[in-house]
């Protein structure tokens, strides 16, 4: 993404959504623009700005997958094992292969665990997750705004109205938010 004039965001900084959507955060308080109100719309629109870049990317394709649960720490890695073996099948499909890149630091060993659960007969997700920091790497701050806006559109928290209906009209073709 390029650099934003009206907030002084430089361009190489790392760009987190929930600190976008509620205009705070180093480099994003560094800067206001003309008053907070405004501010606060143009920090948002940095997130707009890069679902439509997403959408615009050739090839793209977008996928948000959800489950309500009462248990996080429990569903959360139940549900990216069920994502998992999903887009293993598909890939296994089209006859193409692909690598996993997840935000962290390579400490939740659950992700792992499912990778290393997938049968080695037909898999087509090549080894572990690679763990990235997101502020390293553009494309993990890209999933971010999708994951974030895709979240927005199904939690409808009161505070982030502006957002509910962003995933739906930047992604008309998504898969998802869908429940798994």
Same mark, same amino acid.
């Given at each position: 993404?390029?650099?934003?004039?009206?907030?002084?965001?430089?361009?190489?900084?790392?760009?987190?959504?929930?600190?976008?959507?509620?205009?705070?955060? &180093?480099?994003?308080?560094? @800067?206001?623009?003309?008053?907070? *109100?405004?501010?606060?719309?143009?920090?948002? !629109?940095?997130? +707009? #700005?890069?679902?439509?870049?997403?959408?615009?990317?050739?090839?793209?394709?977008?996928?948000?997958?959800?489950?309500?649960?009462?248990?996080?720490?429990?569903?959360?890695?139940?549900?990216?094992?069920?994502?998992?073996?999903?887009?293993? &099948?598909?890939?296994?499909? @089209?006859?193409?292969?692909?690598? *996993?890149?997840?935000?962290?630091?390579?400490? !939740?060993?659950? +992700? #792992?665990?499912?990778?290393?659960?997938?049968?080695?007969?037909?898999?087509?997700?090549?080894?572990?997750?690679?763990?990235?920091?997101?502020?390293?790497?553009?494309?993990?701050?890209?999933?971010?705004?999708?994951?974030?806006?895709?979240?927005?559109?199904?939690?409808?928290?009161?505070?982030?109205?502006?957002?509910?209906?962003?995933?739906?009209?930047?992604?008309?073709?998504?898969?998802?938010?869908?429940?798994?």
């Amino acid at each position: 993404m390029d650099a934003d004039a009206r907030l002084e965001i430089p361009v190489d900084s790392s760009l987190h959504s929930v600190n976008l959507a509620g205009a705070r955060g &180093r480099h994003v308080h560094r @800067s206001r623009s003309t008053d907070p *109100v405004t501010h606060r719309q143009h920090c948002q !629109e940095v997130i +707009l #700005r890069g679902l439509r870049t997403i959408a615009a990317t050739p090839g793209m394709r977008v996928r948000a997958v959800y489950r309500e649960t009462g248990n996080y720490g429990r569903d959360r890695p139940a549900l990216y094992a069920a994502l998992l073996h999903q887009l293993n &099948r598909e890939l296994a499909t @089209s006859g193409t292969y692909g690598v *996993v890149i997840v935000d962290g630091d390579g400490t !939740e060993s659950a +992700l #792992r665990r499912a990778h290393r659960a997938l049968p080695d007969e037909g898999r087509h997700i090549i080894g572990d997750p690679v763990f990235r920091p997101a502020r390293d790497l553009d494309l993990l701050q890209a999933a971010d705004m999708l994951a974030y806006s895709a979240y927005q559109s199904i939690a409808k928290r009161p505070s982030r109205a502006f957002m509910w209906h962003w995933f739906g009209a930047t992604f008309p073709g998504a898969h998802g938010p869908s429940a798994l």
